[in-house]
């Protein structure tokens, strides 16, 4: 089973509406993080937001929030009044802490291609 | 947060040859990883290199075909062997940052002709 689900493959966004990216993510391990990336057509990655499973509230960092909702695994990316700048592919990710033996590398989902029209 | 300058940035190649990628972190880490992303795919870990210690490898991936140096806490290196077209990929390095945060190259664009 995949550990990081991304069911939308693409979207198409009116500048400066909001946009919420799916995610979904499958862990037994108690102690998880949940990131989410942005890949421009350059290749890089841009870590955007991070939210820990035992976090309270919902992480947020200018424009980007995250909708966590624990016991549904689930981990939206909410980008408010979008920009055309924000077109990009976007990767949520999962670092299991217990499972993981420690600082272990991200499991990724497949992505979201947003696309945002003027 | 800490810099990772990666390099080559993208190199043209032909099968059978190896190329070695390198990354240099402006701070002292502990772990780096290496990432694969193939075309239109998502990110999929190599291997975790410790600094004085062989590199643990992800199902799939084996030494022979990717070695890893990691000589000290600041640089590391990934070799792609033997290539061949399907090797074309983006390749990123990676190292976490303070509590919470991963820091990525700039990632190297390899094109296996």
């Known amino acids: 089973a995949q550990k990081i689900t991304q069911t939308q493959p693409g979207m198409f966004v009116q500048e400066k509406e909001a946009v919420t990216l799916d995610c979904t993510y499958d862990t037994s391990d108690p102690s998880y993080g949940l990131f989410w990336y942005k890949q421009p057509s350059s290749g890089e990655m841009i870590f955007l937001i991070y939210q820990g499973s035992y976090d309270q509230q919902n992480a947020t960092e200018g424009r980007y929030s995250l909708n966590f909702q624990k016991a549904r695994k689930s981990a939206n990316l909410v980008i408010s009044a979008s920009q055309l700048g924000d077109s990009a592919m976007y990767f949520c990710?999962?670092?299991?802490?217990?499972?993981?033996?420690?600082?272990?590398?991200?499991?990724f989902g497949k992505g979201t291609h947003l696309i945002i029209q003027p | 947060s800490a810099v990772i300058s990666q390099k080559p940035s993208r190199d043209i190649c032909q099968r059978g040859t190896s190329l070695t990628i390198q990354c240099q972190v402006d701070s002292q880490v502990t772990m780096m990883f290496w990432y694969r992303q193939q075309p239109g795919q998502s990110l999929t870990l190599i291997a975790t290199?410790?600094?004085?210690?062989?590199?643990?490898?992800e199902s799939g991936f084996v030494i022979d075909k990717f070695p890893i140096s990691r000589p000290n806490l600041t640089f590391s290196t990934l070799t792609v062997s033997n290539m061949s077209p399907e090797d074309s990929s983006i390749y990123l390095c990676?190292?976490?940052?303070?509590?919470?945060?991963?820091?990525f190259g700039s990632g190297t664009r390899l094109t296996v002709v």
């Open positions: 990676s190292s976490p940052q303070g509590n919470y945060g991963y820091t």
């Open positions: 290199a410790n600094q004085g210690s062989e590199a643990t490898y």
């Open positions: 990710a999962m670092r299991e802490i217990y499972s993981g033996g420690g600082a272990d590398g991200l499991t």
